[in-house]
C-alpha cells in the first residue's frame, strides 16, 4: 500500500471510529431515557421529516438522476425513489412506533430463588446498531425510529445510490434530536463511501454491539463472512406459493398475482409458483393468462411450457432466483411432498404459502417448510412488520437465533439479569 492509499485508510478509519465512540456516549444517554420522551423526539422526528420532505424529495430525484445515468434497474429505482406520499409513509411509521409499547424494562421471566434472592430477565438495549443496506431510503428513517425507540444509537451506512437521500433524511432526524434535548449522534450517517469504510464498521468490534444488513445476497454475505461485529442476518426473499390438488382456484389466482404483482420490487414478493398436478388444468390456463395480463414473464418447467407458447423455459439459475421484477419461476409437482422438497432446496427460508383447502395439507406443509414465515390461503405480502403489527420493521431476519421473522422492538432488544438479594452469600 503507498502512503498516499494508508494515509486515507487511516483517514477513512479513523472517521468511522470516531463516529462509533459518539454514538457509544449517545447510546448511554438514550438507555435511560423514558418511553415519554422518546415518543416525544418521535413524534418530533415525524414532523421533521414532513417539514422538511421538499428538501428531501429534491435530493432524491438528484439520487434518481445518477441512478439512472448509470443504467440501474426500474426495479432498483423504484426501492430508490421518494415522493410526498412515501415521506408521508415514513413519518406516519414513527408516529406508529411510538404508539407501540416500549419493550426496555419489560420482564421476560422473573422469580424469587430458594435462598431468597429476586431474579429477573429483563429487556434492555443493545447499545450501538449499525445498519448496513442497498437503496431504500424509507430504510433511513424506519431504522433510526426503531433504534431510538428501543433506546439504541443508529449508525446508518446505505448505499452510495441513496447518498443524498439519507443525508437529508437524517438531516431532519438530527435536527429533530437536538430539539427535543436527546443527543444528536444517537443517529449517524457512518462516513466515506469506498468500501474501506464499511469494512471499518464491519470490525468496530467493543464500539458497535450488533451489525444488521440489508440488501441482496452479495451484501449479506460480505457482511457475514468479514465482520467481527456479531450479524443479526437478514436475508433474500425467494418465496414460493403453493397450490394443492385441495386449492379454491378463485383464491389460488387472487393471491398468487397479489404475492407477484403487488408489488415485485420487494422481498416478500412471490417469486415462484408451484402447482399440483391434479390443479394443473384448472388453475395454470388461467393463471397464466392472468399474469400475462399482468405484463408477468413466466419462466416454467416442461409441464407448465405445455400450457401457454409463451412460456419462457426455466433454468436451474430461476429456482433459486430473487427477480424484484416481474418474472415468475413456475412448476408442476406431484405432491405436496415435492413442493416441500423442492422449497426446502431452493428457497431462502423467508416466506413460503399454500393454497389448499385441507386441513391436513396446511398442517404438513406448516410443520415441514423450514422459513421465517409459513402462510396458509394468504398472500406473501403479508409477512412484514407494520403488517403484523409491529409498526415499522428493521427487516426480515432468516436466521435461527434471536430474532427470525421481521424484526420489530421487541428484536431490536438484548437482555440481562436483576438479582435482588437481602445479604445472601453463597456457600
Known amino acids: 500500500m503507498t502512503g498516499h492509499a494508508s494515509d486515507a485508510h487511516s483517514s477513512d478509519q479513523d472517521a468511522v471510529l470516531d463516529t462509533a465512540r459518539r454514538a457509544r456516549e449517545a447510546a448511554v444517554d438514550l438507555a435511560i431515557r423514558s418511553r415519554a ?35 440501474t434497474s426500474d426495479a432498483i429505482i423504484d426501492r430508490l425513489r421518494l415522493d410526498d406520499t412515501r415521506v408521508r409513509g415514513m413519518a406516519d411509521g414513527l408516529r ?69 437521500s ?33 469494512k471499518h464498521l464491519m470490525r468496530a468490534r467493543g464500539l458497535v454491539d450488533v451489525l444488521i444488513p440489508r440488501g441482496g445476497a452479495s451484501l449479506i454475505r460480505s457482511v457475514v463472512e468479514q465482520s467481527t461485529v456479531p450479524v443479526i442476518e437478514t436475508g433474500v426473499g425467494n418465496c414460493h406459493v403453493y397450490v ?18 403487488q408489488r415485485p420490487s420487494v422481498c416478500n414478493a412471490a417469486e415462484t409458483v408451484l402447482v399440483h398436478r ?12 392472468a399474469l400475462r395480463e399482468a405484463g408477468v414473464t413466466v419462466h416454467g418447467d416442461e409441464r407448465v411450457q405445455a400450457y401457454a407458447d409463451d412460456v419462457v423455459a426455466a433454468t436451474n439459475e430461476d429456482w433459486t432466483t430473487e427477480y424484484l421484477s416481474l418474472d415468475l419461476a413456475a412448476a408442476v409437482v406431484d405432491s405436496l411432498d415435492d413442493a416441500v422438497r423442492h422449497i426446502r432446496r ?24 423450514d422459513s421465517a414465515a409459513v402462510v396458509v390461503n394468504a398472500s406473501t405480502r403479508f409477512t412484514d412488520g407494520g403488517e403484523f403489527g409491529f409498526g415499522a420493521e428493521i427487516g426480515i431476519s432468516t436466521q435461527k437465533l434471536h430474532a427470525r421473522g421481521p424484526m420489530g422492538l421487541p428484536e431490536m432488544t438484548s437482555t440481562k439479569y436483576v438479582v435482588v438479594g437481602e445479604g445472601q452469600i453463597r456457600t
Open 37 to 71: 420522551d422518546k415518543d416525544a423526539v418521535l413524534q418530533a422526528m415525524a414532523e421533521a421529516l414532513e417539514s422538511q420532505a421538499p428538501d428531501i424529495v429534491k435530493a432524491n430525484a438528484g439520487d434518481i438522476e445518477r441512478a439512472r445515468a448509470a443504467g
Open 346 to 369: 431452493h428457497g431462502s427460508g423467508h416466506t413460503d404459502a399454500i393454497i389448499t383447502r385441507s386441513q391436513a395439507a396446511s398442517r404438513r406443509f406448516v410443520q415441514a417448510v
Open 278 to 289: 391434479d390443479a394443473a388444468d384448472a388453475f395454470l390456463p388461467r393463471a397464466l393468462a
Open 166 to 198: 439519507n443525508a437529508a433524511i437524517v438531516a431532519a432526524l438530527r435536527d429533530a434530536l437536538a430539539a427535543k434535548g436527546f443527543p444528536a449522534d444517537a443517529i449517524q450517517l457512518v462516513p466515506g463511501e469506498s468500501h474501506d469504510s464499511v
Open 244 to 261: 394443492d390438488s385441495d386449492a379454491d382456484i378463485e383464491m389460488a389466482l387472487s393471491i398468487l398475482l397479489n404475492a407477484k404483482t
Open 96 to 164: 406508529q412506533v411510538a404508539q407501540l409499547t416500549d419493550p426496555v424494562g419489560e420482564v421476560v421471566r422473573g422469580y424469587t430463588l430458594p435462598n431468597g434472592l429476586e431474579l429477573r430477565q429483563v429487556r434492555v438495549p443493545f447499545g450501538v446498531v449499525g445498519i448496513i443496506y442497498e437503496a431504500r431510503p424509507n430504510v433511513t428513517a424506519d431504522a433510526a425510529g426503531l433504534c431510538v425507540k428501543s433506546g439504541n444509537a443508529v449508525l446508518l451506512r446505505g448505499s452510495s445510490s441513496a447518498r443524498e
